[in-house]
Structures are given as C-alpha cells and as structure tokens.
C-alpha cells in the first residue's frame, strides 16, 4: 500500500480506538523506538535514556498528573538531538518526539493527532532504515513493499 492509503487509513484507525486502546498502542511504538535512541546515547555520548524510559514508566502507571507530564516534556526537549549537530539522529529525534507525543496524549486524551505523530515516527524510522540498509536506491514503491515496511503497516494497522 501506499503512503496516502496507508495514512488514510491511519487516520481512520486512530478515530475508531478508545483512549486506553491508543495508549496500549502508543506505549508499544516508544518501547520499539527506545533501543535506537539507546544506541545513539552510546554512540555519541549525548543524551539519556533514563528520561525516556521514566516518561514512558510514567504513562503506563495511569497517572495523569499534569504537572509531572510537563516536568517530562521539559526533560526530554533537554535530551532530545539536534539534527543539525550530529547526522545520524534521525532515529533517536524520532523515539524522543514519539515520546514527546505520548506524553501529549495523556495531557490531552481526546486529541488523536498525537496517536498519529507516535505511529509516524515509527513509520518514518522504518522507513529510513528500510533505506539505510539497502546499497540500491529505492523507489517509493519498493520501500512500500519491502517485508520490513510491510510489517510496520500491518502492525500499525492491525495490532
């Protein structure tokens, strides 16, 4: 499928699931996103995990306390990369704003646009290591078929 069929049909996801069923969803995407903000926190010596993995400890207790939420937002706009100073942090921006998002969401439970920013930036980091792992330079439609984009579709999609 596609990017605007699959992003169709995102949108349409997204309003169907319940608050609880977004968070699930949402909680699973930054867990499979925090390993590669991990390894560049290794590689470059910048950030810290820790504050990832609090916010995200920190959703799934159910607290909905605003004041910590923001505390957190703050915290990660600290630790959160600068594409502009180090090349390879598009995948750690993307677990960081992932986060960011999650976060949102529970600030504002109603708002399903920040579900789909969680789903983007994992799509978006499939999407790039799809490329940064192939010599070829691929079109959009072999990127939309490749067996690792496919399954981020399907889990996007379906889980």
Same mark, same amino acid.
């Given at each position: 499928?596609?990017f #605007?069929?699959?992003?169709?049909?995102?949108?349409?996801?997204?309003?169907?699931?319940?608050?609880?069923?977004?968070i699930?969803?949402?909680?699973?995407?930054?867990?499979?996103?925090?390993?590669?903000?991990?390894?560049?926190?290794?590689e470059?010596?910048?950030g810290?995990?820790?504050?990832?993995?609090?916010s995200?400890?920190?959703?799934?207790?159910g !607290?909905?306390?605003?004041e910590?939420?923001?505390?957190f937002l703050?915290a990660?706009?600290?630790? !959160?990369p600068?594409?502009?100073?180090?090349?390879e942090a598009e995948y750690?921006?993307n677990?960081?704003?992932?986060?960011n998002?999650l976060?949102?969401?529970?600030?504002?439970?109603?708002?399903i646009?920040?579900?789909?920013?969680? !789903?983007m930036?994992y799509y978006?980091?499939?999407?790039?290591k799809?490329?940064?792992?192939?010599?070829?330079d691929? !079109?959009?439609e072999q #990127?939309?078929?490749?067996?690792?984009m496919?399954?981020?579709?399907?889990?996007?999609l379906?889980?």
């Open positions: 499928m596609d #605007i069929e699959f992003e169709k049909k995102l949108n349409e996801r997204a309003q169907n699931l319940v608050y609880e069923d977004r699930k969803l949402s909680l699973d995407i930054c867990k499979r996103l925090f390993p590669y903000y991990k390894e560049f926190c290794n470059t010596g910048f810290n995990p820790d504050v990832l993995l609090d995200i400890r920190f959703v799934e207790s !607290s909905q306390d605003n910590q939420i923001y505390d703050d990660l706009e600290e630790i !959160s600068d594409t502009d100073d180090y090349d750690a921006l677990a960081c704003g992932a986060v998002a976060l949102l969401q529970v600030a504002e439970p109603d708002e646009e920040h579900f789909i920013e969680i !789903s930036a978006d980091t499939i999407d790039a799809v490329q940064d792992e192939t010599d070829d691929l !079109s959009e #990127i939309d078929m490749h067996p690792m496919l399954e981020a579709q399907r889990f996007l379906q889980s």
